[in-house]
């Protein structure tokens, strides 16, 4: 383990998309960072971050983590822990609740199941090392995990619709997608890539406690009804997120304004 940090015991958030690509992920979790500092952790940095360090990706306390998933828990953890590394300089940001985007698909059970098991050891193993005495248990309730869920619709002329709009979004897109790259893969196979996520796409079923996604403590359910959804469905989370967990937001929310610009911002990046 490769925390060294106690772990003080706050409310800590973590937003789990459940999605495919091109949904706005990555989009809404930049708009968000922008307006709140909330800390984005995108899947696809570990591959540039391997090419700076060619042997793997050595973190603080010297240990070297060889997988994409390690990396991203691990970045995940670190924005639980260390909340205000994002930006010292806005004083309101500091008081933040700690609350992080876990930017990728996780769009099946076990990536879902992945992720809250990884996350929840770590935390534990740190703490017993920090001599925090914490249970899972306890770990359980200091983490919320909250699903923000693009809805895929099962009917397959409905599918179709939010297919269309996510590929029009990536083929515009060009080469600047975190796991799509029109110059080396062509449309076709893009087509085919996309298409394969979305058939495999596990919605989240929480009706009996011993199912995966019961886990969740909150899901927002969103969809992706037309080509600038984005903006839609930022305002829609932050209200939710806003009437559930007041407790993440400090001051003001923002105005229609603010969240035009957080958007346009994020569109831009
Ligand atoms: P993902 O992270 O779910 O794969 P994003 O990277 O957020 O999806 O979005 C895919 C592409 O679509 C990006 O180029 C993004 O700028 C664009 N996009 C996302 N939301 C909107 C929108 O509401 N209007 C127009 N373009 C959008």
């Known amino acids: 383990n490769y925390f060294s940090m106690p772990y003080l015991g706050a409310s800590h958030y973590v937003l789990v998309p459940i999605a495919t690509i091109g949904c706005?992920?990555?989009t809404i979790a930049i708009?968000?960072?922008?307006?709140?500092?909330?800390k984005h952790v995108q899947n696809d940095d570990m591959d540039?971050?391997?090419?700076?360090?060619?042997?793997?990706?050595?973190?603080?306390?010297?240990?070297k983590l060889r997988t994409k998933t390690e990396w991203f828990v691990y970045s995940l953890i670190e924005g639980l822990l260390h909340p205000n590394s994002i930006d010292e300089t806005e004083p309101n940001k500091i008081k933040r609740a700690h609350v992080?985007?876990?930017d990728r698909n996780n769009h099946m059970f076990r990536e879902r199941k992945q992720l809250f098991n990884d996350i929840e050891i770590s935390i534990k193993q740190c703490n017993e090392e920090t001599g925090n005495n914490t249970s899972t248990s306890n770990v359980s309730r200091l983490i919320k995990f909250i699903g923000i869920h693009f809805k895929h619709n099962k009917d397959p002329t409905e599918l179709e619709k939010l297919k269309n709009i996510t590929r029009q979004r990536i083929l515009s897109r060009g080469n600047n997608h975190q796991t799509i790259k029109r110059e080396f893969l062509?449309?076709?196979?893009?087509?085919?890539?996309?298409s394969g996520f979305c058939d495999r796409f596990q919605a989240p079923v929480r009706t009996k406690p011993t199912n995966i996604d019961s886990r969740f403590d909150h899901m927002?359910?969103?969809d992706v009804s037309?080509?600038?959804?984005?903006?839609?469905n930022l305002e829609f989370i932050i209200k939710d997120l806003h009437a559930v967990f007041p407790d993440m937001f400090t001051g003001e929310l923002p105005s229609q304004e603010d969240i035009d610009k957080a958007i346009g911002f994020a569109l831009k990046t």
């Open 186 to 194: 062509g449309d076709e196979k893009i087509e085919e890539i996309m």
């Open 100 to 102: 992080v985007f876990a």
């Open 48 to 63: 540039r971050k391997k090419n700076e360090h060619k042997k793997g990706f050595i973190v603080p306390g010297g240990v």
């Open 24 to 26: 706005g992920k990555t």
């Open 31 to 38: 708009a968000l960072n922008h307006l709140f500092g909330w």
């Open 220 to 222: 927002i359910e969103i």
């Open 226 to 232: 037309d080509q600038n959804s984005s903006r839609k």
